[in-house]
């Protein structure tokens, strides 16, 4: 057992200084010095490469600065600052690796260390097993000399053999251990053979980028050299070409100068006489007051002169102005009087429910197609034509008629006196035509607000007023309508100016201004009349409704004043009352009635036969309008007529009635021819037969030779109508 433990021992020791040459702690050493070395040689390289760079990088930054390959520089330098990252990058893991390096190192010295002790450990181990061997031996030599003691003894050595076995096991683990940390030892060392290995590798690269970076870079700066070399060449044609103008613009501007010297030579006299002429002027401007009261004087001279020229132009032109005035007004007079200043129209209204059903109410008046003068009528049977100035049939608007008599309504406003009468029987439409209604007014309302417009269009060289007066005739008595008394009978008085006009005290006036005054007016008027008598219509149709508008005039310019009268009439009916049937005071109002009537056809027919005596003082009516009937007034009847068949026998006497005024009133020359043929006192017999106080016998139609026929009426009229629009 002895024996067979040395061996082990041996054995062991052997394995020790394997394990000791194998491990070569020496060789791992060396290697890594060698690293080490060769680690610091690259270092320093890439220190002088690095200051290699900075230099190029100076010479680069030096020359040029303005150079168009600055962008390529530019792009070279950012590769250069790359490829230093990258460099600064391989360095700072070289570094990592050194200290890897550093660490393995300090492992391995640990390891060593740690085999130093276990050797140790293993020596003493060694030491204490051979001196027990060395004890054992002794032990068994003096057991040797001992023998009864022997079996003791081998006993106790059995025993501690097998404690020597156990530590021998024990050393054995142990060695094992040892054999494995060897192993693992092993095992790093590779590693980082192989760590080396490829920090080689990488370096190898490092050092290829950094040649590549080298030629960039050296190729780079031949670029750059060739860039400034063809950059100074460029310089050096610049500034020769630069040069080459500048000699060229000198001589221009050398020769500028010269022309500017001459010009100077030439411009000094002009000079010269800009100064004369500049003195002049001063000279000038300091009389130029003088000069131009002077001329200011002569000036308002000329302006007066003129001034005084226009106002004699002026004055001259006013005096024509009213001698025009004057002849139109003449010119006016004559046509007036070759014209006839009676009208006569007709106007017929439309069958109402009042004239009844059957054939009473048919109608029995017909109208020309052609001529809007002429009408027919049928009568027992027969038809009679007659001729007016104008027709109205039942259509015939309001507003048509007033269009026919503006126009001497307008005449009022120049100074003229004008008559319109309503004449007709109760219910032919005379108060219809006057009046009118609310919303259809008739000829006093349109004429009234006719002239506030024309007066209005007029306002800038006249001043108009306009007065109002409403009165009416009852059996011969004149009453106003506008009074506070209107029961008081008002007398018709001369002037006591001596001037021949007529006048009526106490008669109301309104000045009216506005178309609401004259609604007002009516409305008085209206009212009055209605408060008065219990039947309004019974009394109007037997009375004369009278509305007097007087218009005054001022030219503001000429001073020239006028005064025209409008009289708008609605007379009484016309109808006969028969002397059987009608009695007390019925009888008396148609006796009045009649009276007046006869008298106003006596007055106009006076008038146009132009006889020496007018009978104006025969009626109420004739007196009051005297002097709107006589001289240069304008007169016109207005006939109304029913056409209901009931009526006819008193349309026929209107209508009589009518043409009779109205062919009264001829040229001159055809009233004589007329009056030849148709003596005055037969006509007179007519007309008061007709008006007069035996209605009875009052005309019947075409009757023989009393009155020519319907047609043979017409075609005289017309025959004159032609002569007349010849003549004027
Ligand atoms: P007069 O005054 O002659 O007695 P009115 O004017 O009172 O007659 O008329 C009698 C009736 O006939 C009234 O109802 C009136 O409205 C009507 N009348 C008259 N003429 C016309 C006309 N042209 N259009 C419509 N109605 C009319
Ligand atoms: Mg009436």
């Not at 060698?34 to 900075?54: D, F, P, S, Y």
């Not at 005096?319 to 002849?327: A, D, I």
């Not at 408060?531 to 218009?551: F, K, W």
Request: aromatic share 4%; charged share 30%.
């Amino acid at each position: 057992q002895v024996e067979t433990l040395k061996e082990k021992l041996l054995e062991q020791a052997q394995e020790i200084s394997r394990l000791r040459s194998e491990l070569g702690g020496t060789d791992v050493e060396k290697h890594r010095d060698l690293l080490a070395a060769e680690n610091e040689r690259l270092r320093q390289e890439m220190k002088a490469c690095e200051t290699e760079l900075r230099e190029l990088q100076r010479q680069q930054q030096a020359p040029c600065r303005d150079c168009p390959h600055l962008q390529e520089n530019a792009r070279l330098q950012e590769q250069l600052s790359q490829l230093q990252r990258e460099a600064e990058e391989t360095r700072a893991k070289l570094v990592e690796l050194d200290l890897e390096v550093q660490q393995k190192t300090n492992r391995l010295a640990e390891v060593e260390l740690r085999l130093k002790d276990s050797l140790a450990e293993r020596a003493e181990e060694e030491e204490r097993l051979s001196r027990r061997l060395r004890d054992s031996q002794e032990t068994i030599a003096s057991l040797k000399s001992q023998p009864p003691q022997i079996k003791y003894i081998i006993k106790t050595v059995e025993v501690e053999s097998a404690k020597a076995k156990q530590a021998l096991c024990e050393t054995q683990s142990r060695n094992q251990y040892l054999q494995e940390q060897v192993g693992m030892q092993k095992q790093v060392l590779k590693e980082m053979e192989q760590q080396l290995q490829s920090s080689q590798k990488t370096e190898a690269q490092l050092r290829a980028q950094i040649m590549m970076y080298e030629a960039e870079l050296e190729r780079a700066h031949g670029q750059m050299l060739e860039e400034m070399q063809a950059m100074e060449e460029e310089k050096n044609h610049a500034i020769e070409e630069a040069f080459s103008r500048a000699q060229v613009e000198m001589k221009a501007v050398h020769e500028n100068l010269a022309g500017v010297r001459t010009n100077l030579l030439t411009l000094q006299p002009a000079l010269r006489t800009l100064t004369h002429d500049y003195n002049c002027l001063k000279r000038q401007v300091r009389d130029f007051p003088l000069l131009l009261q002077e001329t200011l004087r002569s000036a308002r001279a000329e302006i007066s002169q003129a001034i005084e020229e226009v106002h004699s132009t002026n004055r001259e032109l006013l005096r024509k102005y009213r001698r025009e005035l004057q002849l139109r007004k003449k010119c006016h007079n004559e046509l007036v009087r070759l014209k006839g200043n009676i009208r006569v129209f007709g106007r017929v209204r439309p069958i109402t429910k009042e004239d009844g059903e059957g054939p009473e109410a048919a109608n029995a008046v017909t109208f020309d197609a052609d001529d809007d003068a002429v009408l027919y009528l049928l009568h027992k049977g027969k038809q009679v034509s007659f001729e007016l100035d104008k027709v109205f049939p039942p259509q015939a608007s309001q507003e048509e008629v007033f269009q026919e008599v503006q126009a001497l309504v307008t005449s009022c406003i120049d100074g003229y006196n004008v008559c319109i009468f309503a004449y007709g029987q109760t219910g032919a439409g005379k108060t219809y035509t006057m009046e009118g209604t609310a919303a259809n007014p008739g000829i006093n309302q349109r004429a009234l607000q006719l002239l506030f417009s024309e007066v209005r269009g007029k306002a800038a060289d006249w001043d108009y007023t306009i007065t109002v007066s409403a009165a009416e005739i009852y059996n011969e008595a004149l009453r106003d309508l506008l009074g506070k008394e209107p029961q008081e009978k008002l007398e018709i008085k001369l002037c006591p100016d001596g001037s021949g006009q007529l006048y009526v005290p106490g008669l109301t006036e309104f000045r009216v201004q506005s178309v609401e005054d004259i609604n007002k007016v009516f409305e008085f008027g209206h009212l009055k009349r209605a408060t008065e008598c219990t039947n309004l219509n019974e009394h109007s149709s037997r009375s004369h409704a009278l509305l007097i508008v007087t218009v005054r005039g001022l030219d503001r310019s000429t001073g020239l004043r006028t005064t025209g009268k409008l009289n708008l009439v609605d007379l009484a009916g016309s109808e006969r009352v028969g002397r059987s049937g009608a009695e007390g005071s019925r009888l008396r109002e148609a006796q009045h009635i009649n009276k007046s009537l006869s008298a106003l056809g006596d007055v106009i027919y006076a008038l146009r036969s132009r006889q020496g005596h007018v009978p104006f003082r025969n009626s109420k009516l004739t007196y009051l309008l005297q002097d709107s009937l006589s001289g240069d007034s304008k007169t016109l009847m207005m006939v109304q007529v029913s056409p209901a068949e009931k009526n006819s026998s008193e349309t026929l006497c209107s209508l009589k009635f009518a043409e009779r005024v109205r062919s009264v009133e001829l040229g001159p020359v055809s009233r004589k021819a007329e009056l030849g043929s148709w003596p005055s006192q037969e006509h007179l017999e007519v007309l008061k037969t007709r008006l007069g106080d035996s209605p009875g016998s009052s005309a019947s139609p075409g009757r023989g030779h009393a009155s020519p026929s319907p047609g043979q009426l017409s075609s005289r009229s017309a025959s004159i109508r032609r002569k007349l629009q010849t003549s004027g």
